[in-house]
Nanobody, 130 residues
Framework: QVQLAESGGGSVQAGGSLRLTCLVSGSGFARSRLCMAWFRQTPGKSREWVGAIESDGTTAYAESVKGRFTLSQENRGRTVYLQLNSLKPEDTAMFYC??????????????????????WGQGTQVTVSS
């Protein structure tokens, strides 16, 4: 069983930065099997993929955040960070950490499809004011 816990959200002005953290806990699985991703969602809209990272550090990003957001990991991949730079008001959303054990071996980790992910955190709110 995989548990995810996000933190680091908050309110910033446009142009500011935040670092979101996703802590991975649980047992009975190898971190090397986990595909980790971040999604975001605003009221009335479907979840939007932000980016994903595999255990070997391979990353992929949505075009809307490429060059501004950066994924990284430490603690043998049990802590995943999403660095948010040059934030814009349109980045305001609830950000969710997601994981799945079957996407790495099936080469689907970096495709960004929310329905592929079986584990989700509770979310952390990011609000960017103009």
């Amino acid at each position: 069983q995989v548990q995810l816990a996000e933190s680091g959200g908050g309110s910033v002005q446009a142009g500011g930065s935040l670092r979101l953290t996703c802590l991975v806990s649980g047992s009975g699985f190898a971190r090397s099997r986990l595909c980790m991703a971040w999604f975001r969602q605003t009221p009335g809209k479907s979840r939007e993929w932000v980016g994903a990272i595999e255990s070997d550090g391979t990353t992929a990003y949505a075009e809307s955040v490429k060059g501004r957001f950066t994924l990284s990991q430490e603690n043998r991949g049990r802590t995943v960070y999403l660095q948010l730079n040059s934030l814009k008001p349109e980045d305001t959303a609830m950000f969710y950490c997601a994981a799945d054990l079957n996407l790495v071996w099936s080469d689907k980790c970096l495709l960004g499809r929310s329905n592929d992910f079986g584990y989700w955190g509770q979310g952390t709110q990011v609000t960017v004011s103009s």
